[in-house]
T-cell receptor, first 108, second 116 residues
């Protein structure tokens, strides 16, 4: 069965500090992994997909199949990064499931 | 147009009522989803339609009945709901999984449902 684990409910950092939001997954096949973000009063939106290996708003995430991880990183946090972040796993058949989410709070 | 539109935004219904939630997208996506989201919890998958056919039902009670009348529309028919069904119901769409497909899901704003 597929499963996504985000161990931290809340991550609080100061502006300018590095950020790492952890995500581990469990799936026996070939996974597709995403990070979604939900800003206050806005809809859930895609931040990153592992396939594209891009950097969005300074965030990056690398798929590590050996450790079954897809951690989200940013070298210098900004106040506008404060939001709920979900790691999500898509498997064959479009079964897209979400981790429990991590609230990122960036303090000034 | 990269939006998924859901109506209504808010809905209050009694336990004996029948109502429907609607979702529309014009991105040419052939996978459409219903999720349920309780406060401070992640979205919980309910149903997936692929090419207008129900492909995933996550053991959802029969008082929730999905329908996909065409490739742009998705409905969720509600009947005899319980107060614990009160939640935010999210619709999403994406390309169908397959070689080279971009399967990231686009989400609607949701319908805030209250069952009284």
């Amino acid at each position: 069965a597929q499963r996504v684990t985000q161990p931290e409910k809340l991550l609080s950092v100061f502006k300018g500090a590095p950020v790492e939001l952890k995500c581990n997954y469990s799936y026996s096949g070939s996974p597709e992994l995403f990070w979604y973000v939900q800003y206050s009063r806005q809809r859930l939106q895609l931040l990153l997909r592992h396939i594209s290996r891009e950097s969005i708003k300074g965030f990056t995430a690398d798929l590590n199949k050996g450790e079954t991880s897809f951690h989200l990183k940013k070298p210098f946090a900004q106040e506008e990064d404060s939001a709920m972040y979900y790691c999500a796993l898509n498997t064959y058949g479009n079964k897209l499931v979400f981790g429990a989410g991590t609230i990122l709070r960036v303090k000034s | 147009d990269t939006e998924v539109t859901q109506t209504p935004k808010h809905l209050v219904m009694g336990m004996t009522n029948k109502k429907s939630l609607k979702c529309e997208q014009h991105m040419g996506h052939r996978a459409m989803y219903w999720y349920k989201q309780k406060a401070k919890k992640p979205p919980e998958l309910m149903f997936v339609y692929s090419y207008e056919k129900l492909s995933i039902n996550e053991s959802v009670p029969s008082r929730f009945s999905p329908e996909c009348p065409n490739s742009s529309l998705l409905n969720l028919h509600l009947h005899a709901l319980q107060p614990e069904d009160s939640a935010l119901y999210l619709c999403a769409s994406s390309q169908v999984s397959g070689r080279g497909a971009r399967t990231e899901a686009f989400f609607g704003q949701g319908t805030r449902l209250t069952v009284v």
